[in-house]
């Protein structure tokens, strides 16, 4: 094996790894803000709120991330260019970029999956700490909280991490929309150096120490968590 090509490219693996970490970090923060009312319209209605984000779960965990990702980049995107005036406009910048309809494809791939882990979790919190709640005063607000949600989140933590995992690995699919994360680069690589394994392997190994990191601070936060005496 021959890795003379490291240092040449490694500023550009240093760039597409940012760019792999804002991919992340962003579709699991909105994807989160997401999940949690569709998890808890499914629980607490009404019915055709309920029945939206049912059918909004069933349709993203129903189809390829793949496809739904080209769907939002090629038609959500080609959209954009027929509105009049939108390239006078501040956003069109953004609009132009790939980026940001990968954020909003995986961010509702993490709201369709999680938005249904909500909903067992938000199900699975037992009534009588609720309605101790209700009973000592508290707001619908204050209950979901301070009680419903976090013991909602303390139910599923494990579960959230493996599911957020799931997700850096899935970013390389971002490639095919020409977001230049870790594994473009690695293309790349291969691409002008005719080098197959090596780039390959070195961005397998970006992705395991990824997920390392990933594992270990899930892992910390866990532990941070109340646990709930025998």
Avoid: H
């Avoid at 080609?78 to 790939?98: D, K, Q, V």
């Avoid at 394994?197 to 120490?209: D, G």
Wanted: aromatic share 16%.
């Amino acid at each position: 094996m021959e890795w003379y090509w490291l240092a040449d490219y490694a500023p550009k693996f240093l760039e597409g790894l940012w760019i792999t970490l804002q991919l992340l970090g962003l579709s699991i923060f909105f994807g989160m803000m997401l999940a949690i009312p569709i998890g808890l319209v499914q629980v607490t209605g009404p019915w055709p709120l309920a029945w939206a984000a049912r059918a909004f779960c069933t349709v993203i965990r129903g189809t390829p991330l793949l496809i739904q990702l080209w769907l939002v980049y090629y038609g959500l995107g080609s959209l954009f260019p027929f509105i009049p005036g939108i390239r006078e406009t501040m956003i069109w910048p953004l609009l132009r970029e790939a980026f940001p309809y990968a954020v909003f494809a995986f961010s509702l791939s993490v709201a369709g999956y999680e938005g249904e882990i909500m909903r067992g979790a938000f199900r699975g919190v037992p009534r009588g700490e609720l309605e101790a709640a209700r009973a000592m005063g508290m707001s619908p607000f204050k209950v979901l909280r301070r009680v419903w949600l976090p013991r909602a989140l303390q139910n599923v933590f494990p579960t959230l991490a493996g599911e957020f995992i799931l997700t850096l690995k899935a970013t390389p699919l971002a490639a095919t929309i020409t977001v230049f994360e870790v594994y473009s680069v690695g293309s790349i690589v291969r691409q002008e150096t005719y080098r197959i394994y090596e780039p390959l392997l070195f961005v397998a190994l970006i992705y395991l120490c990824l997920t390392f990191l990933l594992v270990i601070a899930f892992r910390l936060m866990e532990r941070r968590l109340p646990r709930r005496a025998a």
